[in-house]
């Protein structure tokens, strides 16, 4: 989208990083490996998961909790990059998760990813679906009764430094 002389205009989302550092320079490939959605850099747009992120960070490692805010131009992201987004907790999301989890790096063919977070609701049931305990029938019954709340990973740099902006950090 442009302005009447020509300049892009940002289509801003608000999105959250919760931890225990601020992060006014983000870095992809900075982190643990083996998540969710690949090795990435995470944010979301529910200020309240950030936030359960950051004080469970802040816990393990005994420090203070910070909330890190910053504007995406998703619209730009997903017109650009290679994107996957899941918009429910199904066997496509279940398998993505499995696989980057284990370390098949599925992720790696994306610039971005959008979905559900494996979170305390869901995540006993993708632990034993991956152990062997359950079935995949019975694990998608499973997360069937579960709304997917939201994470973003930017696994591009380049994506990252051109659309993901710096607003400020906040103690918690």
Same mark, same amino acid.
């Given at each position: 989208m442009?302005?009447?002389?020509?300049?892009?205009i940002?289509n801003? /989302?608000?999105?959250?990083h919760?931890?225990?550092?601020?992060?006014?320079?983000?870095?992809?490939?900075f982190g643990?490996? @083996?998540?969710?959605?690949?090795?990435g850099?995470y944010?979301?747009n529910?200020? %309240?998961?950030?936030?359960?992120?950051?004080? @469970?960070?802040?816990?393990?490692?005994?420090?203070?909790?910070?909330?890190n =805010?910053? +504007?995406?131009? =998703?619209?730009?992201?997903?017109r650009?990059?290679r994107? +996957?987004?899941?918009?429910?907790y199904?066997?496509?999301?279940?398998?993505?998760?499995?696989?980057? =989890?284990?370390g098949?790096?599925?992720?790696?063919?994306? &610039?971005?990813? %959008?979905?559900?977070?494996? @979170? &305390?609701?869901?995540?006993?049931?993708?632990?034993?679906?991956?152990?062997g305990?359950? %079935?995949?029938?019975?694990?998608?019954?499973?997360?069937?009764?579960?709304?997917? @709340?939201?994470q973003m990973?930017? /696994?591009?740099?380049?994506?990252?430094? =051109?659309?993901?902006?710096?607003?400020?950090?906040?103690?918690?």
């Amino acid at each position: 989208m442009f302005n009447k002389l020509g300049e892009r205009i940002m289509n801003e /989302l608000i999105v959250y990083h919760g931890g225990t550092e601020r992060i006014e320079m983000p870095v992809c490939k900075f982190g643990r490996k @083996n998540l969710d959605f690949g090795h990435g850099f995470y944010v979301t747009n529910l200020r %309240e998961q950030a936030i359960s992120w950051a004080y @469970n960070m802040a816990k393990s490692r005994n420090m203070p909790a910070l909330i890190n =805010r910053y +504007k995406l131009d =998703r619209d730009a992201v997903l017109r650009e990059a290679r994107c +996957k987004i899941f918009k429910s907790y199904d066997e496509e999301w279940l398998e993505f998760i499995v696989a980057n =989890r284990s370390g098949e790096n599925v992720a790696d063919e994306y &610039d971005y990813v %959008e979905g559900g977070v494996a @979170n &305390d609701r869901v995540v006993d049931t993708v632990n034993l679906y991956i152990a062997g305990l359950i %079935e995949l029938s019975s694990a998608l019954r499973e997360l069937s009764k579960h709304q997917p @709340n939201n994470q973003m990973c930017i /696994l591009n740099q380049e994506i990252l430094n =051109r659309y993901l902006v710096y607003e400020g950090t906040e103690e918690l």
